[in-house]
């Protein structure tokens, strides 16, 4: 959350905000704090998003599947999502990888 305070926007940290989670392997935790209202654009579509924390993630970012299914992202943008498991898939994403950073 110190990028969102360093762009100027208001973190809220209030319990009564914060979310409890459940995670894929079933445990739950408490999101860290809310950022509410934040410009996200995806392709030509811009919306207004809450962004809530959780601390110690191996990812910056998870998108909850209301805003995936909502947005149609799967379908309008899946030139952005590869498998895996797939050797040609990762051999493209690697090829558009390398060709934009130097």
């Known amino acids: 959350m110190e990028y969102a305070r360093k762009i100027g926007l208001v973190v809220d940290f209030s ?3 914060l979310l409890e989670l459940e995670y894929a392997d079933g445990s739950s935790g ?3 704090s809310v950022v509410r209202g ?3 654009t ?3 579509s811009k919306v207004l998003c809450d962004f809530h924390a959780l601390d110690d993630l191996c990812v910056d970012l998870v998108l909850s ?3 995936l299914f909502n947005m149609d ?3 309008k943008h899946a030139d952005g ?3 895996i498991d ?3 898939d990762v051999v493209r994403f690697l090829a558009s990888v390398s060709s934009i950073v130097p």
């Open 15 to 17: 319990p009564e905000n």
């Open 30 to 32: 408490w999101t860290s």
């Open 38 to 40: 934040v410009p996200w």
């Open 42 to 44: 995806m392709g030509h």
């Open 65 to 67: 599947s209301d805003y």
């Open 73 to 75: 992202v799967f379908t």
């Open 81 to 83: 999502f590869f498998d």
């Open 86 to 88: 797939s050797e040609e």
